[in-house]
Structure formats: C-alpha cells, structure tokens
C-alpha cells in the first residue's frame, strides 16, 4: 500500500522513525517493558487531573507543577513501602529467597512470575556447546494443553551466562523463564550479580 502512495510527506517521515515506535524492530531495545506510547498516554492522563482548556500560560504551569509534584509524592511513598517490607515468596528457592531482598516488590512479582514459568518449561540440548531450545507449557484443566513459541538459549558455566533469543533481558532487565530453565539446568542457584539491575533494586536512589 505504502508504495502506492507518491505523496506522503507525514507518512514517509514516520515510516523513518519506525524503529522508535514499531514493536517489531525494537526487539532489542532497552524500553522497560513499555510501549512506544505508555509514557506519553501516562502523562496526559495525569495532566487531565489539573489541567483545563480555558487556563492561561501562568495557571498552566501552576498546575503542571502540581502534577509533577503529585508524581514526586508518589514515587517517594513507593520507595518508602519498598524499603519496609519484604513481598511474599511463593516457592522459597535459593534465588527467589536472594533477590526477594533485592529487588523492588514490583520487579520480584515480575521476576517470581517468570521463575514459575520456568517451572513448567521443557528443554532439550542442541548439539553443540551449551546451546537449548526451550518451550513453557500452558496448564489447561490439569494437563498440558499447549506450549508457547519455542526459543534458544546460550548457555555458558564457567560466566554464569544464559543469553536467550526472545531478548526479554535486553528490554526489560529481568531474565525471562526459558534463561532461568537453562541456568537452574546448569545448576545454577542464586542469581549472578550481572543480571541485576540497580534500576530495579531497592537501593537505586542511593
């Protein structure tokens, strides 16, 4: 369809940009987990609290700075209930048990999911050095039902590495359950200190 249109100025120029809102080519890209447009859908829905059509220049940044400092309130209260409790460990494995400490309550639910996960993969070795294909199976009315897009994994012992096509890590910064199934195979228990973000510890403000 694109090669059709001759004159497309607005169009052409996004088509350039796609890397930076197109999921399919920020594969690799560091985005967090969000979407091209959370951010900014983020924003506006908090500017919508303060904010009305009619306020002049003065009262809009009057307003703006509540918002931002709303969000700062917000940010410091999370922070705060980080550093007081502990979230609540499902399966008290070695490495939940480390990172349960380490981690943000939000990022060790996150983490705690994929490890679940983990649980219910299947693997099997390729020939070669240290090298997996791994699947998680879907539990559907007590039996495996189906099993999800099947990935490869790298695995290297002696770095305490599992590096994992679906690229989950290079994203997100949390490792995903097919790398988790490949270290726990390689007997692996505690998480290596490089797979720890400090963005994501309770520690990252300091």
Same mark, same amino acid.
């Given at each position: 369809?694109?090669?059709?249109?001759?004159?497309?100025?607005?169009?052409?120029? !996004?088509?350039?940009?796609?890397?930076?809102?197109?999921?399919?080519?920020?594969?690799?890209?560091?985005?967090?987990?969000?979407?091209?447009?959370?951010?900014?859908?983020?924003?506006?829905?908090?500017?919508?609290? *303060?904010?009305?059509?009619?306020?002049d220049i003065n009262r809009f940044f009057h307003h703006f700075e509540r918002a931002v400092k709303v969000k700062r309130d917000t940010e410091i209260n999370s922070e705060?209930?980080?550093?007081?409790?502990? &979230?609540? #460990?499902?399966? &008290?494995?070695?490495?939940?048990?480390?990172?349960?400490?380490?981690?943000? &309550?939000? #990022?060790?639910? %996150?983490?705690?999911? $994929?490890?679940?996960?983990?649980? %219910? %993969?299947?693997?099997?070795?390729? &020939?070669?050095?240290? $090298?997996?294909?791994?699947? !998680?199976?879907?539990?559907?009315?007590?039996?495996?039902?189906?099993?999800?897009?099947?990935?490869? !994994?790298?695995?290297?012992? *002696? /770095? /305490?590495?599992?590096?994992?096509?679906?690229?989950?890590?290079?994203?997100?910064? !949390?490792?995903?359950? *097919?790398?988790?199934?490949?270290?726990?195979?390689?007997?692996?228990?505690?998480?290596?200190? *490089?797979? #720890?973000?400090?963005?994501?510890?309770? $520690?990252?403000?300091?």
């Amino acid at each position: 369809m694109r090669t059709k249109v001759k004159k497309q100025t607005w169009m052409d120029s !996004i088509y350039k940009v796609k890397e930076k809102w197109a999921e399919c080519f920020m594969r690799d890209a560091f985005t967090l987990g969000m979407r091209s447009t959370q951010l900014s859908e983020s924003l506006n829905n908090d500017l919508k609290n *303060h904010l009305k059509s009619d306020l002049d220049i003065n009262r809009f940044f009057h307003h703006f700075e509540r918002a931002v400092k709303v969000k700062r309130d917000t940010e410091i209260n999370s922070e705060y209930e980080s550093r007081k409790s502990l &979230p609540r #460990i499902k399966i &008290p494995t070695p490495m939940l048990q480390q990172v349960s400490s380490l981690y943000t &309550p939000a #990022i060790f639910e %996150a983490f705690q999911t $994929e490890y679940g996960r983990s649980m %219910a %993969a299947s693997a099997h070795m390729l &020939p070669g050095d240290n $090298e997996y294909m791994v699947k !998680i199976g879907r539990l559907i009315d007590g039996q495996y039902a189906t099993f999800e897009e099947e990935y490869k !994994i790298v695995g290297d012992n *002696h /770095q /305490q590495t599992a590096s994992c096509s679906c690229g989950k890590f290079e994203r997100v910064g !949390i490792l995903c359950a *097919h790398a988790l199934k490949v270290l726990d195979l390689m007997n692996i228990k505690l998480l290596p200190a *490089h797979y #720890i973000l400090k963005r994501w510890t309770r $520690e990252a403000r300091s």
